[in-house]
């Protein structure tokens, strides 16, 4: 991390500590995020993660402070980011529920980061995955929304255990599916697969995030005469589509060229026009 904001849009020292030993985050994991893109010091779909970051308090009873306070961490990120050197940033909005104990007030906080090497290396070469049972069923976010499955909170152990799981069996992605057998996400991207024209992507309705990145890559596709359908698909499609890609707002449009040790149809023509839509937002 090379820059922090605190959340009056004054920038504080990167390297030194900053939360208490009892703040909710640190001990519960008790708090949402969100990670967006910053290309040029224009932010990537801000309006999308404040409205993510907006759902996914709400659905933690979380008091979160309201848009313009993330809108002047943010400018204070960026502003402060070394743009003549580094041309990306991956900016980090974190709120939690506060100390142990406390008066409710969240701890909230923004960083700017750099992109790293190994991002960089997976946009430009794609990434190899395994499917992993995440062991719900798809109904379950409607069943249970105390689980819930489709805010970005701080919790995220699981979704990093799976990715070691995948490094284990030789992958560098997971694909989540989950008990019948249909496509989720990935620990930190939405999955996207094309067949002919048409793009499809699951539903948020099974308790997966609604993709920021995915988002826009619908929106761009569109306009350029692709369908776009939100909606289930077993993982065997994964197999026959003619591609697959993990999306998300700082790794991209990352093709999956291997699934469960099998390679994958994959077209460097089909990534290329996909991400070159996708650019064109910017
Ligand atoms: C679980 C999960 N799903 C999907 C995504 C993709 O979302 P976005 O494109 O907004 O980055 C993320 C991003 O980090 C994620 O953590």
Same mark, same amino acid.
């Given at each position: 991390?090379?820059?922090?904001?605190?959340?009056?849009?004054?920038?504080?020292?990167?390297?030194?500590?900053?939360?208490?030993?009892?703040?909710?985050?640190?001990?519960?994991?008790?708090?949402?995020?969100?990670?967006?893109?910053?290309?040029?010091?224009?932010?990537?779909?801000?309006?999308?993660?404040?409205?993510?970051?907006?759902?996914?308090?709400?659905?933690?009873?979380?008091?979160?402070?309201?848009?313009?306070?993330?809108?002047?961490?943010?400018?204070?990120?960026?502003?402060?980011?070394?743009?003549?050197?580094?041309?990306?940033?991956?900016?980090?909005?974190?709120?939690?529920?506060?100390?142990?104990?406390?008066?409710?007030?969240?701890?909230?906080?923004?960083?700017?980061?750099?992109?790293?090497?190994?991002?960089?290396?997976?946009?430009?070469?794609?990434?190899?995955?395994?499917?992993?049972?995440?062991?719900?069923?798809?109904?379950?976010?409607?069943?249970?929304?105390?689980?819930?499955?489709?805010?970005?909170?701080?919790?995220?152990?699981?979704?990093?255990?799976?990715?070691?799981?995948?490094?284990?069996?030789?992958?560098?992605?997971?694909?989540?599916?989950?008990?019948?057998?249909?496509?989720?996400?990935?620990?930190?991207?939405?999955?996207?697969?094309?067949?002919?024209?048409?793009?499809?992507?699951?539903?948020?309705?099974?308790?997966?995030?609604?993709?920021?990145?995915?988002?826009?890559?619908?929106?761009?596709?569109?306009?350029?005469?692709?369908?776009?359908?939100? @909606?289930?698909?077993?993982?065997? @499609?994964?197999?026959?589509?003619?591609?697959?890609?993990?999306?998300?707002?700082?790794?991209?449009?990352?093709?999956?060229?291997?699934?469960?040790?099998?390679?994958?149809?994959?077209?460097?023509?089909?990534?290329?026009?996909?991400?070159?839509?996708?650019?064109?937002?910017?």
């Amino acid at each position: 991390m090379r820059v922090l904001a605190l959340l009056d849009g004054t920038l504080a020292d990167p390297e030194a500590p900053l939360m208490r030993a009892d703040d909710l985050s640190v001990t519960r994991g008790d708090g949402i995020f969100e990670t967006i893109l910053v290309v040029a010091r224009e932010p990537r779909e801000l309006g999308p993660h404040l409205d993510r970051l907006e759902r996914s308090a709400a659905l933690l009873d979380l008091p979160a402070p309201p848009r313009e306070v993330w809108e002047r961490a943010t400018r204070a990120v960026i502003d402060a980011w070394p743009w003549d050197a580094e041309r990306e940033m991956a900016l980090k909005l974190v709120c939690s529920r506060g100390v142990d104990g406390g008066d409710g007030t969240p701890t909230g906080f923004a960083t700017g980061s750099s992109v790293g090497a190994d991002t960089l290396r997976k946009r430009q070469d794609g990434v190899s995955a395994v499917t992993l049972d995440r062991g719900i069923a798809s109904d379950l976010k409607e069943r249970a929304p105390w689980l819930l499955l489709s805010a970005k909170t701080l919790s995220y152990a699981t979704n990093m255990a799976a990715l070691r799981e995948a490094e284990r069996r030789g992958a560098d992605e997971v694909i989540f599916t989950a008990t019948d057998g249909s496509v989720l996400e990935g620990p930190t991207s939405a999955v996207v697969i094309a067949r002919g024209r048409t793009l499809r992507t699951p539903p948020p309705s099974t308790g997966i995030l609604p993709g920021t990145t995915q988002g826009a890559l619908f929106r761009a596709a569109e306009k350029a005469g692709w369908e776009t359908r939100v @909606e289930p698909f077993d993982q065997a @499609e994964l197999r026959t589509a003619d591609g697959v890609w993990m999306t998300s707002s700082v790794r991209l449009i990352t093709p999956v060229n291997a699934l469960d040790g099998v390679p994958l149809a994959v077209d460097p023509e089909l990534t290329r026009e996909l991400t070159g839509r996708y650019e064109s937002l910017y």
